[in-house]
């Protein structure tokens, strides 16, 4: 599955160092907000989620933040490493209905 | 498990024509989903399924498309009749009840000339 292409936002990362995406939401309403990876030829990964009456949440090398008054949700990957090379989506969803929205993807390039 | 599985990866077929995609889930999944990916829209869901039944097909862009589940373990998108315009990558995605944690196919590489 090919990734959306052209028109991604891309961020251009020197190995080892940390890496931030940052992702603009739109609904209030939502329970929860969520990051996915995408690798080239192959479906969205799940990575992380957050609830929405939280700020921050770790993962293993991630670290999501989110912020509810600029409507700002960030995913920030330490020590990043080559297989971390993909396409990265925030995405939203609500306890009422469990449909999973997702929104632009930013292209997550490693230089050597 | 083995996961979820599309089939087939890729399809080319002319414009008018119908076209079935398959989708098997993992087993004991509650939800079903199908979305599809192009350059310029992105990420769209198009139908999602919770046990077996058609929950929200607000994203079917037409009635050219169908989505059916006729049991826990296989779901179909039907495109008839097809159009150039439908060329996409079409994903297939199953998680439980309650999570947000979907589990996504390998996708069906759809073109129509």
């Keep these: 599955g090919e990734s959306v292409g052209l028109h991604l936002p891309t961020l251009s990362v020197q190995e080892g160092d940390n890496s931030i995406i940052n992702c603009a939401y739109s609904n209030s309403a939502s329970d929860y907000f969520i990051w996915y990876k995408q690798e080239s030829g192959k479906g969205p990964q799940f990575i992380i989620d957050i609830r929405s009456n939280m700020d921050k949440r770790q993962g293993q090398r991630v670290t999501v933040l989110l912020n509810k008054t600029v409507k700002h949700l960030s995913l920030q990957i330490a020590a990043t490493q080559p297989g971390d090379s993909a396409v990265y989506f925030c995405a939203e969803s609500t306890n009422r209905d469990d449909k999973i929205i997702f929104g632009k993807g930013t292209r997550l390039h490693i230089l050597p | ?113």
């Design chain 2, 1 to 113: 498990d083995a996961g979820v599985i599309q089939s087939p990866r890729h399809e080319v077929t002319e414009m008018g024509q119908e076209v079935t995609l398959r989708c098997k889930p993992i087993s004991g999944h509650d939800y079903l989903f199908w979305y599809r990916q192009t350059m310029m829209r992105g990420l769209e869901l198009l139908i999602y399924f919770n046990n077996n039944v058609p929950i929200d097909d607000s994203g079917m862009p037409e009635d050219r498309f169908s989505a059916k589940m006729p049991n826990a373990s296989f779901s179909t998108l039907k495109i008839q009749p097809s159009e150039p315009r439908d060329s996409a990558v079409y994903f297939c995605a199953s998680s439980f009840i309650g999570r947000t944690e979907a589990f996504f196919g390998q996708g069906t590489r759809l073109t129509v000339v």
